[in-house]
């Protein structure tokens, strides 16, 4: 089972704002980041410490993290941004790294 | 840039050891921490383990009295042997590359490839 928990699914419609939400005792007093990954691709890290955006990643995509629950926000969602979508957190009492389940990002 | 390269069998029989090699192109594996990480057909993402540049190691709890990794600094390599590895094992295996500082992780920004590996009865 999975310590963070996604939703299986989230959709949209082009230009408007996509939330995708991770929750998870692990997320209390850790970071979290997001990765995006398109079929047949290898995932590509689009948030890091809960806010930050590594260069080259769009201005729409933005993260939050609140008590247990962390927040990946695309606005202005454009249909390249369809993907399955997972968060990341940091267990300090173990020290490994848990992903959540994923989330499939539709743009209908 | 910098760029993962993972090579290795792609088919292991059970109950063998599966063996991979990840190549660190364009950039020192210094100062970083390296990752693999796992993904079942159709499933989500389950980290391994990583190791740091000084050969420190940290392996997922459900896999370590499985997992070890390894380091090559004069090969630009970092490796992973998986033992008695089951049909439960097979999946698109990554390497990541990952930079901690002042006590935290800046996420696992360049990826390689992936490359997959079944596990035959």
């Known amino acids: 089972s999975n310590e963070l928990t996604q939703p299986p699914s989230v959709s949209v419609s082009p230009g408007q704002t996509a939330s995708i939400t991770c929750s998870g005792d692990?997320?209390?007093?850790?970071?979290a980041c997001w990765y995006q990954q398109r079929p047949g691709q290898s995932p590509v890290l689009v948030i890091y410490q809960d806010t930050k955006r590594p260069s080259g990643i769009p201005e729409r995509f933005s993260g939050s993290n609140s008590g247990n629950t962390a927040t990946l926000t695309i606005s202005g969602t454009q249909a390249m941004d369809e993907a399955e979508y997972y968060c990341q957190a940091w267990d300090s009492n173990t020290a490994y790294w848990v992903f959540g389940g994923g989330t499939k990002l539709t743009v209908l | 840039q910098v760029q993962l390269q993972a090579s290795g069998p792609g088919l292991v029989k059970a109950s063998e050891t599966l063996s991979l090699t990840c190549t660190v192109s364009g950039g020192s594996i210094s100062s970083y921490y390296w990752n693999w990480i796992r993904q079942p057909p159709g499933k989500g993402l389950e980290w391994i383990g990583f190791i740091y540049y000084s050969e420190s190691t940290n392996y997922n709890p459900s896999l370590k009295s499985r997992v070890t990794i390894s380091l090559d600094t004069s090969k630009n390599q970092f490796s992973l042997k998986l033992s008695s590895v089951t049909a439960a094992d097979t999946a698109v295996y990554y390497c990541?590359?990952?930079?901690?500082?002042?006590?935290?992780?800046?996420?696992?920004?360049?990826w390689g490839q992936g490359t997959t590996v079944t596990v035959s009865s």
């Open positions: 990541a590359r990952e930079l901690w500082e002042h006590g935290a992780g800046y996420g696992m920004d360049v």
């Open positions: 692990k997320l209390g007093g850790n970071y």
